[in-house]
């Protein structure tokens, strides 16, 4: 996200904090949430599609309440208001279209008003249908659940987007010989698809409290979370919706702070250490081991200084807007061993991966008729748990190198705990404190040696790399 898309956003931030109300407060954060959604949403070569993706993405998102619910009714009447503030908004930077002068809620033009309002309606006729019938139709949810995972494989797999490119451009007259995976960006559905997928579960086993639409809309596409999370749950966001906390001098305070540091980690110490971090370009220039080893780690500080600094700037923008939003780091890089640096790290993604991946299989596993050792059961749940999370930043073999990785180090860390549990209990206190101090630097290293993969298009950049890092190449 640009530093100008950010300043927008607290300036956004700013007003809707004054006008903050609590009569029509959710309609106003849905309304900036949604134009947000537009926004923000990258230019892409295929005509009229940075206007499409995002109208997907309301849609996909209204069907996502629509199938949470409740089996016991909802005079879903009362949610027309949203209903006709989302079509409104549509409609309204569809007619962008017509004015002398481009505004920039979108990168391109929007299409014809009468394609507008046919993908308008049948956006409509979608979400009516699953209103009537998702509540009786048993397999609706499990069904969708298996699109949007479908989806999400579609849109993270190379050869499908660059096929999904080729079929776009053909319909839209537009020369086939470019078409390129890169087409197809759609901003924050892995963001949006994990936090629809966590209240289908959740409306599954009954877990999931009734909201309106407009509470759903604003949940999924929270503006300041929209790009780069956090992953917040539900039950949780909707307390701070309904009952907004007049903001005190304290909470000014500590987010004015929040937003100064994180524009500060990103946009001062990550887009400067960028210069030099590890990169397909320089992974072949760089000779000497010990200038490889400063590229590797200057794309271990940039990525979480990029990262975490994303995250502390939308942590204070929803303090200023009545919300607290989860953390997503603290201190990884200082974590004694690889269990914690996950418990650290990107910590959302990882509780959320432990609650609909991890957790379920490995009930199911001890619960087998049969069960297996439980060293394998440990194997197979963190291998398989590490994979999907490289999976979901990429469907390349390097992101499933960097699972693999990542899956090992976990299994054999519980492997060494347990055998070390007893062995250690009765350390002195200063050597407990090297042998944390020990583990801290290990683990950054064998963290650090893993963003290899991450930074990396393909194996073969990745293996020259390493070989290098210890002088084999």
């Known amino acids: 996200m640009a530093l100008a898309f950010i300043l927008a956003s607290i300036a956004i931030t700013l007003l809707c904090t004054l006008a903050n109300r609590r009569r029509g407060r959710t309609y106003l954060l849905m309304a900036v949430s949604v ?21 997907a993405t309301l849609t996909l998102t209204a069907c996502g309440w629509a199938l949470t619910l409740p089996a016991a009714g909802q005079d879903w009447k009362r949610d027309r208001a949203a209903a006709l503030l989302l079509v409104g908004i549509a409609v309204l930077i569809g007619l962008t279209r017509y004015l002398p002068v481009s505004l920039p809620l979108l990168p391109s033009r929007p299409p014809q008003m009468s394609l507008v309002g046919l993908g308008l309606v049948i956006s409509a006729l979608i979400v009516a249908l699953l209103i009537r019938y998702g509540r009786q139709a048993r397999l609706l949810p499990i069904s969708a659940l298996i699109f949007i995972l479908g989806m999400f494989i579609a849109l ?68 300041p979370t929209l790009p780069a999370g956090p992953i917040d749950r539900l039950e949780r966001f909707v307390v701070d919706l309904r009952r907004p906390a007049a903001l005190t001098a304290a909470d000014w ?23 030099i971090a590890l990169n397909a370009t320089n992974a ?26 994303y995250t502390d700037i939308a942590i204070g923008l929803g ?11 603290n201190a990884p890089y200082l974590k004694p061993n690889l269990t914690q640096f996950w418990n650290n790290w990107h910590m959302t993604l990882t509780q959320w991966f432990r609650a609909y991946f991890f957790n379920p299989l490995t009930r199911a596993l001890r619960s087998a008729a049969r069960p297996l050792p439980v060293p394998v059961m440990i194997f197979l749940a963190q291998i398989s748990t590490m994979l999907l999370i490289g999976l979901w930043h990429g469907m390349t073999w390097n992101f499933i190198l ?67 890092l210890f002088g084999l190449a």
Not at 258 to 275: E, H, N, P, T
Not at 319 to 327: A, D, S, T, V
Not at 427 to 451: D, I, S, Y
């Open 284 to 309: 072949w220039q760089v000779h000497a081991a010990g200038w490889m080893w400063m590229l590797v780690y200057a794309y271990a500080l940039q990525i979480y200084f990029d990262f975490s600094g």
């Open 402 to 468: 960097w699972g693999l990785w990542h899956g090992l180090g976990l299994f054999f860390h519980n492997r060494w705990s347990e055998w070390t549990r007893g062995r250690l209990a009765g350390l002195a206190r200063p050597w407990q404190k090297a042998l944390n101090f020990g583990g801290a630097v290990l683990t950054f290293h064998f963290v650090a040696l893993g963003w290899v993969f991450f930074a990396l298009p393909e194996p073969s950049a990745s293996w020259h790399v390493l070989l290098k």
């Open 35 to 55: 134009l947000a959604v537009y926004a923000l949403q990258p230019a892409l070569p295929i005509r009229f599609l940075d206007f499409w993706l995002p109208t």
């Open 319 to 329: 303090r200023l807007l009545g919300f607290h939003l989860p953390e997503n780091f």
């Open 156 to 223: 993270k797999c190379p050869p499908v987007t660059r096929q999904v490119s080729l079929l776009l451009r053909a319909l839209n007259h537009q020369a086939i010989a470019t078409a390129n995976p890169l087409d197809i960006r759609w901003l924050g559905f892995s963001y949006i698809a994990f936090r629809i997928l966590h209240t289908l579960r959740d409306r599954q086993s009954g877990r999931l409290p009734t909201v309106s639409l407009a509470e759903y809309v604003t949940y999924v596409i929270f503006f």
């Open 253 to 275: 305070l500590a987010a004015g702070r929040r937003i100064v540091l994180g524009l500060f980690k990103k946009f001062a110490i990550a887009d400067s250490l960028a210069l």
